[in-house]
């Protein structure tokens, strides 16, 4: 007799509820700025075949590739997983989106056997390799990018291998936050299996078991009926990185998607070829893009687990941007090309669910600082949050001012510009809205943002920077025009200015430098002619499409 | 002499007077939306008619009342406020709406961006700018700041707020600029953010001042109304107003932090759950408070409510410390239906009052948790809200009906799943203001109030290990009472950005004290003069977290001469509590500190007893849905005995709940009337 369908119901709830609470307790315990800040952070539940049970809503692209984190993990541990192990994971080759994203793996057992995992996949503020804060863009070979994990055991039926977290830590910069986040990481995945555990003595293993089928299934169905509803076809889009940072410029990222049915298939195969630095985008990486783009055009309150994604499938083709062979570099493809993958098919099927599709969100533009406190003589390291880009248009309105990137959709948080102060040398003269840059369309992009931070050094300090989007702005749809692209520069005492590029290493901070990053507006929706009387008197009047005179300080 | 509560409902005002027997009186009056202190003198009528006095009288002989307002909440709720205008530093006129980058809901991209309190042209930038260590990097401009002053004179505005950056470390710039607003927008108040929240972090900051310039006005018209109202019926005491902290404030004290009043609603709740932790010696408590649309859930721990200070409401960021109530969108009203997936799912929509469950037979068609307790036979058609509602079988069944068949279920299991996915969101909602906040609920009482609760109690306290469950009689009133027992309270906090280990005691002595001397010369102000309690609370945090963590300092010696070191071990244990490891070779940072100055109002002079009797037998019999039908006897809660027990499965209704008790579950009559259930347990 199958499961009750109540039992499913609250199966539902409750798994939600557990994958919930260990995120909120990661939140909650992290130690870097780049987890409690930016949430850069997921938590989950999956069984041993890799299936995703149930996820937290927090990054989007890490959603798709944990089943490919749990395969490698199984392939190698399997039939010596024991109740008190715990699991590394982060080579992107073997499960993981990029270096940084180290995955943490707790096995979840009743009546003797393992029946699921309970997984936390947290970027690391640092992760080793040739430069700080993991993001490398000089890297031509994984190897310069941090030091690579695979499948591992950190304990051993609850006992800690201690000489192997010494290895991981003594490869990091920050070792001791570095433990701090690890075992914030490790709290949240043991909070999930003892969650999940006394869910299924409660309800009987059987019983469970067959329950999570059931939600996985109606998660199928709640996709396939929504898919159903669009016109079969093929649908083409395509979405055009800036350059890899070595000197080759408009990398392509071509989707070609096939809706029959209720089955999509994404065929990224005829992308540009793979790139010498780390935009090149890790198999995982790359599938996961396709689930979010799936997740952002079907329902937000259907669940993110293995059945809502059953009816995707992608096509790729090794030695390609989006299939780059073993050893290429991949830091940056968490954002890009992964943005790019999830234009290029949103791009595609605009068309074909038009009130669905949202236009271009901004591009990410980072920037991390490297510097001593002269307040106290400390070294500092700095990663840049503020002057989020805007949010793309839809249907449904404007988009969001200054609410970040495709892959990330308002979920990063900047913080208290007070904080910074307190903490770092840095003065904000100026954090506003960047009027005018988002896209002009029948619903208008979201604006960026204007930051103004002057870098109160009395040492030179070095900065990198890792991002794309200084050329291409957030895609418009349904003829909605692109948003401005981002303008970053640093500009010194002496009023000499030098524009920052995407990609660069080892940019020297001079003392009382002025880092000015005008960021990118979201893509319009829809064509501008059919934007109201109404929508346009207010943007005048609220000023935000009339670029100010460059005011303030 | 007597003391008054009066608790304003969205449906009903309730009045309550405790004469100095300490005997208690009620009334009820329809609530008056458009102008609430027209209801609460109609019920003060009722009140001295129940008393067998006339109003006048009543008043004269008064010597406190306590008020519960939702003015200030339904201003902010209905986006029927002032129009505020705001003046900020040059170069962050955008903070409000930036939101720290974050949005509320990761996956939806179609959702459109909320409407900032204050649009962008009434939020001006002014020249000035202090440093983060209070050093004044750029003077206040007067040029810069009149022209923006002449700005929100030609827009209008009716209120203004003011935050600068590092306001929190110096305010001389917002005093400033006070000064000048008094001078050339004469009569327009003035809200400044280094006196409503002198707390670093500027969006907590800035939205916070500008949700008490934007209800404040709304507020201090009807408190100055209702004071009037007051005076002119013959009182001369003292008006007092619940806070959203759980204590009560003057008049003049509400109205200039009208922020602090904006969560209040729920406090009455709150104060009724201290009442029943005295009266009962429980100090544990959960108080659960299921409503039509949504379920408000908070901790009493030690006879002491939890206080959060990172509360919202309708998208708003309100920072002062309010009590920790989570609300979660499930009540008797909340929807069921089967999504695409086949999977039934229960709330957050709700059918609310009008036109309600579709038993109420006012054209609602979709099933409700209420058409689905009816047709398990927990409620009586017949005898629904006192018997002055007939329920509607037919329309349960047919709404229903539907549910079942979606599930291919028969009626009583499609019924009997709502309950348990409402009880299981309800048994998370639990878990979210124990679990997540490091305490253990198993050891707790779960409180029920409102009218649904009674029905869920018991399923969701043994979803959590709880074994004990208070009912009292009857709620409302016993919010108004527990009003009466709330103490003056002043909430008080700094900014104190250092690492532990580099600050100085006595530094750190100074500046508690200093804001102990304030709260004092407060309760002073407010015309008070009895014993005094003061409650110390540290915000902190390791390094780089971005939470901090509220350390309760009042257990440690406050002259003890390793007063840091205890602070930062204090912590560390809070921290493990809370997140299960601690830090221990790391020195916290201190970030926050705060002070509870608590002016002690003597407790009205508790009920008498009601005697103990023989069992009261039950008046009838229904046949329940619990897993299979069975037979349950049913009580009738206002009849029941003092001492008398009553086993389960069983039903105790009265006028405005009913209560079911499952098998194993066995309720005491208290002294009071109140059912105190114990549940069996392992």
Request: aromatic letters at 6%; hydrophobic letters at 40%.
């Amino acid at each position: 007799m199958p499961v009750d369908p109540i039992t499913v119901s609250v199966v539902q709830h409750r798994l939600h509820g557990i994958v919930e609470e260990m995120g909120e307790a990661m939140l909650r315990t992290s130690y870097s700025q780049i987890l409690n800040s930016s949430r850069d952070f997921s938590t989950a539940l999956a069984d041993p075949r890799g299936r995703l049970v149930a996820q937290a809503e927090h990054v989007p692209i890490h959603v798709g590739a944990l089943p490919f984190a749990v395969r490698a993990v199984q392939a190698v541990f399997e039939g010596r997983i024991r109740p008190g192990d715990v699991f590394l994971l982060n080579d992107p080759y073997r499960g993981g989106n990029h270096l940084p994203d180290l995955t943490a793996f707790v096995p979840v057992f009743a009546d003797g056997r393992h029946l699921f995992w309970s997984i936390n996949r947290a970027h690391q503020s640092d992760i080793g390799g040739a430069t700080h804060g993991a993001y490398n863009p000089a890297a031509t070979e994984i190897w310069q990018e941090g030091i690579r994990v695979p499948p591992l055991r950190l304990y051993d039926a609850g006992t800690l291998r201690e000489d192997v977290l010494d290895l991981l830590a003594l490869n990091v910069r920050h070792p001791r936050d570095f433990k701090g986040d690890l075992a914030a990481m490790i709290g949240s995945a043991r909070l999930g299996a003892r969650r999940l555990e006394a869910l299924l003595g409660e309800l009987g293993t059987e019983t469970a078991l067959e329950a999570v089928e059931a939600v996985l299934d109606g998660a199928e169905r709640r996709v396939r009926a929504i898919l159903a509803g669009w016109p079969d076809g093929v649908y083409r889009g395509e979405a055009v990185l800036d350059d890899d940072g070595h000197g080759r410029t408009d990398v392509t990222i071509r989707a070609t998607v096939t809706k029959r049915g209720s089955d999509l298939e994404v065929d990224l195969s005829e992308s540009d070829p793979e790139c010498a630095g780390f935009v090149n985008s890790s198999y995982p990486n790359s599938y996961s893009a396709c689930v979010v783009a799936l997740a952002y055009l079907i329902d937000a309150d259907i669940p993110k687990n293995d059945g809502a994604f059953r009816p995707l499938s992608m096509k790729v083709r090794e030695g390609t941007v989006v299939h780059p062979r073993e050893g290429r570099p991949v830091t940056l493809c968490t954002n890009h090309c992964g943005q790019e993958i999830i234009e290029a098919i949103v791009k595609a099927l605009a068309p074909a669910c038009p009130e669905r599709a949202m236009a271009g969100w901004g591009r990410r533009f980072r920037v991390a600082l490297k510097g001593t406190d002269p307040r106290n003589g400390r070294p500092f390291l700095w990663h840049l949050f503020q002057a989020r880009p805007g949010g793309g248009a839809s249907s449904a309105g404007d988009g969001w001012p200054a609410a970040g990137e495709w892959q990330a959709a308002g979920g990063i948080k900047f913080g208290s510009l007070e904080v910074h102060e307190v903490r770092f040398p840095l003065f904000f003269a100026r954090h506003e809205l960047r009027p005018g840059s988002g896209g002009d369309g029948e619903h208008r992009g979201g604006p960026g943002a204007i930051l103004e931070m002057r870098i109160e050094v009395a040492e030179p300090a070095v900065a990198n920077t890792a991002g794309d989007g200084v050329r291409h702005g957030a895609c418009g749809i349904l003829g909605g025009k692109d948003g401005a692209p981002h303008d970053y520069r640093l500009r010194s005492a002496d009023g000499s200015e030098r524009i920052l590029r995407t990609k660069e290493v080892g940019i020297v901070v001079r003392p009382g430098d002025l880092l000015v990053a005008r960021s990118g507006g979201g893509g319009g929706w829809g064509d501008p002619a059919r934007r109201s009387a109404a929508a346009r008197a207010r943007d005048a009047a609220e000023g935000y499409v009339q670029e100010a005179p460059e005011g303030g300080r | 002499m007597i003391r008054i509560g009066i608790d304003v409902g969205g449906t009903f005002t309730d009045v309550v007077g405790v004469d100095a027997s300490g005997r208690l009186y009620h009334a009820k009056a329809p609530s008056t939306p458009q102008d609430q202190s027209l209801g609460v003198l109609d019920g003060l009528s009722r009140l001295a008619e129940a008393m067998d006095l006339d109003r006048a009288t009543l008043l004269a002989r008064t010597e406190r009342i306590v008020h519960g307002t939702t003015v200030a909440t339904n201003a902010l709720l209905e986006r029927k406020g002032a129009r505020v205008g705001l003046l900020t530093t040059e170069g962050h006129r955008d903070v409000l709406e930036m939101r720290e980058g974050l949005k509320d809901d990761r996956y939806d991209l179609r959702q459109p961006p909320p409407e900032p309190l204050v649009p962008r042209r009434l939020r001006l930038g002014v020249r000035e700018r202090i440093r983060a260590d209070g050093r004044v990097e750029v003077p206040l401009d007067p040029a810069s700041l009149e022209a923006a002053i002449a700005r929100l004179r030609e827009e209008k505005v009716e209120s203004v707020a003011v935050c600068y950056l590092h306001a929190w470390r110096d305010a001389r710039h917002e005093r400033a600029t006070r000064t000048a607003l008094e001078r050339l927008l004469p009569g327009i108040p003035v809200s400044l953010s280094s006196e409503v929240l002198p707390q670093i972090k500027e969006f907590e900051r800035l939205s916070t001042t500008v949700v008490n310039a934007y209800v404040q006005p709304a507020l201090a018209r009807y408190l100055g109304r209702l004071e009037e109202r007051l005076r002119a019926a013959g009182y001369a005491g003292p008006v007092l107003v619940m806070t959203s902290h759980g204590g009560v404030a003057t008049i003049e004290e509400i109205v200039r932090l009208a922020a602090g009043a904006v969560l209040s609603g729920p406090a009455g709740g709150i104060a009724a759950a201290r009442q029943v932790a005295r009266v009962l010696a429980a100090p544990d408590l959960v108080p659960f408070d299921m409503g039509g649309t949504s379920t408000d859930i908070a901790l009493v721990r030690g006879g002491r409510a939890s206080v959060a200070a990172d509360r919202r409401l309708a998208g708003q960021r309100i920072a002062l410390s309010s009590l920790d109530i989570v609300s979660i969108g499930a009540g008797g009203g909340s929807i069921a239906r089967v999504d695409e997936g086949g999977i039934l799912q229960v709330g957050p929509e709700s059918a609310g009052a009008d036109p309600g469950p579709a038993c109420y037979g006012r054209g609602g068609v979709q099933a409700t948790v209420t058409d689905a307790d009816l047709l398990l036979g927990y409620l009586d058609a017949e005898r629904f809200a006192g018997g002055r509602m007939r329920l509607d079988r037919d329309a349960a069944e047919r709404a229903v009906g539907r549910i079942a068949r979606a599930l291919h279920a028969d009626l009583a299991t499609a019924a009997a799943g709502i309950q348990r996915v409402i009880d299981t969101k309800m048994a998370e909602g639990v878990r979210l203001v124990s679990v997540r906040r490091g305490v253990d609920p198993r050891g707790f009482a779960l409180l029920a109030f409102g009218g649904a609760a009674g029905l869920h109690v018991s399923a969701v306290a043994r979803q959590l290990g709880m074994s004990r469950i208070v009912v009292p009689r009857l709620a409302s009133v016993l919010s108004a009472y527990g009003m009466l027992a709330s103490d003056l309270r002043v909430e008080l906090a700094r900014s104190h950005v250092a690492e532990a280990h580099a600050l100085d005691s006595s530094e750190l002595r100074a500046l508690f004290a200093e804001l102990e001397r304030e709260g004092r010369a407060r309760l002073s102000a407010a015309g008070f003069d009895g014993p005094v309690r003061v409650h110390r609370v540290a915000d902190m945090r390791y390094g780089e977290q971005i939470f901090e963590v509220a350390v309760d300092l009042d257990p440690i010696p406050w002259e003890t001469p390793d007063l840091l070191e205890r602070i930062a071990a204090a912590f560390h244990r809070r921290h493990e509590e809370l997140y299960t490891y601690a830090l221990p070779d790391r020195a916290p940072v201190l970030v926050n500190v705060r002070v509870a100055v608590v002016g002690e109002l003597a407790d009205p002079p508790e009920e008498p007893a009601r005697p103990a009797g023989a069992p009261v037998p039950p008046r009838g019999r229904r046949s329940i849905f619990l897993d299979g039908w069975c037979e349950a006897p049913v009580f009738d809660l206002e009849a029941l005995a003092p001492g008398q027990t009553i086993d389960g499965p069983a039903l105790v209704e009265s006028a405005t709940t009913t209560v079911l008790l499952r098998p194993g579950d066995r309720a005491r009559v208290t002294a009071e009337g109140w059912l105190d259930i114990v549940l069996p347990t392992g």
